[in-house]
């Protein structure tokens, strides 16, 4: 009834994730391009960008570009003739730890075949991510900025939830725009067949 109270934007997101996680992306995106339209200053408007940008990144192109906690520069488009798994996660999430496991056992699988993992940790607290890292050791890049669930690195595609996966071909396209770990085996052995 209100379409530009202030309220409006949030109550807007709620919707779209509602809709969203109920696999109804066709009024997902229509509620998201609401907050772009009705919004374009609000910061919950490039949370909507970044998720209009997720649900239609099937056989396109994506950017992603950061530092990793260790000071060395991420960029997707170096990987290009890869299959690269990116993976949101963060310390916090223990769902997101279990599955390192099953993306260590990808990786050891499949990286002499072409696979290539970039994770992307939302952790808000630098330090903490460190500290899990020297007891991890995982052997794949950690891209971390300040902001976590909120930041860039969550809103230019959209982050709701963690663990968030999406699968890069070979050929820099989106594969997969969402993927679950137990999942991941059966389609990298479809993929190096």
């Not at 969203?20 to 919950?44: H, K, M, S």
């Not at 998720?51 to 530092?67: H, N, V, W, Y």
């Not at 990793?68 to 798994?85: M, P, W």
């Amino acid at each position: 009834d209100f379409p530009t109270a202030p309220d409006s934007a949030e109550a807007m997101l709620q919707l779209a994730i509602a809709e969203e996680f109920g696999g109804n992306d066709t009024d997902a995106r229509t509620w998201y391009r609401r907050i772009v339209t009705n919004f374009p200053e609000d910061r919950r408007a490039a949370k909507a960008r970044g998720a209009l940008t997720r649900l239609d990144s099937e056989g396109r192109t994506i950017t992603l570009r950061g530092t990793t906690i260790t000071g060395q520069t991420v960029d997707l488009s170096a990987y290009r003739g890869k299959t690269v798994l990116i993976h949101y996660w963060a310390t916090w999430c223990e769902p997101c730890k279990e599955e390192l496991k099953l993306l260590e056992a990808a990786r050891k699988k499949y990286g002499a075949k072409g696979f290539e993992l970039i994770g992307v940790s939302l952790d808000n607290d630098a330090g903490v991510l460190k500290q899990y890292l020297q007891s991890a050791r995982l052997a794949w890049p950690q891209v971390h900025e300040a902001g976590g669930l909120d930041g860039r690195l969550a809103n230019e595609l959209g982050i709701l939830t963690l663990p968030t996966m999406l699968l890069v071909g070979a050929d820099g396209r989106v594969t997969m725009r969402s993927i679950h770990a137990a999942a991941l085996d059966a389609k990298l052995a479809d993929i190096y067949k």
